[in-house]
């Protein structure tokens, strides 16, 4: 699971980082929305935590860029900000929990931990395919099929954009992190297909790649 973290406060920004780490959470901090936006395409953000307030740009603002990438990302708000029409703003965004300041570092984790019942992040495919995205492990029925870290993670970003073609260049940034070619990304599939003995994922032409959902 990863965390975004983006609190302008250092000695708060390292508090909760260090808090989510030993708690088994992979986290990016930033000071700013400028280095949050400048450095986290290349990665998958589950959950962002965002200071309403910070130097700049109102935090909604930042939410509201961020979910034009990340679509299926869960966003928390802390701030001191107590105005019921900035808590009602958040809620209308899509945001997941409003959190005030000050509060007790732990009240936030289990905030979080709340948020990311196991539940969620088992994907059914279809009637034989199912993902444990905490296991990295595909399910044909009872049968556990190991996948390479760059199958699953392509995977993931499928089944976290739903019915979206993802483009090569969405491709080459988020899941290989750098520059790569349509028969890079044709090949793997083909060989995914091979392992997994079924096509699930389907090839829009001039749009990109999607998972194909109970086939």
């Known amino acids: 699971m990863t965390i975004g973290l983006i609190e302008d406060d250092k ?11 030993k708690n088994g959470y992979n986290v990016f901090s930033f000071y700013s929305a400028e280095e949050v936006m400048e450095n ?5 953000i589950d959950i962002f935590i965002v200071d309403l307030n910070l130097p700049g ?22 701030s001191a900000d107590t105005e019921i029409n900035k808590i009602e703003n958040a809620f209308a965004l899509g945001c997941e929990d409003y959190i005030k300041k000050p509060f007790e570092i732990k009240e936030l984790l289990l905030r979080v931990e ?21 296991k990295k492990i595909l399910y044909k029925q009872e049968e556990e099929i190991s996948l390479t870290s760059i199958e699953s993670k392509l ?49 829009r032409n001039g749009m990109g790649y999607l998972l194909e959902y109970n086939i």
């Open 155 to 203: 995977l993931e970003h499928l089944l976290k954009n739903k019915g979206i073609p993802l483009s090569i260049e969405y491709l080459s940034g988020y899941v290989w992190g750098k520059e790569i070619t349509a028969n890079t990304v044709s090949s793997l599939i083909r060989r995914f297909h091979l392992k997994i003995g079924s096509k699930i994922i389907s090839n």
């Open 40 to 44: 986290i395409k290349t990665n998958y």
């Open 11 to 21: 000695a708060l920004n390292f508090s909760i980082t260090l808090l989510l780490k």
């Open 57 to 78: 740009v109102n935090g909604l603002t930042l939410v509201n860029d961020l979910k034009s990438y990340f679509h299926q990302s869960k966003f928390f708000i802390i």
């Open 114 to 134: 709340k948020s990311t019942d196991k539940h969620q992040f088992i994907y059914d495919i279809n009637h034989e395919f199912s993902y444990d995205q905490s």
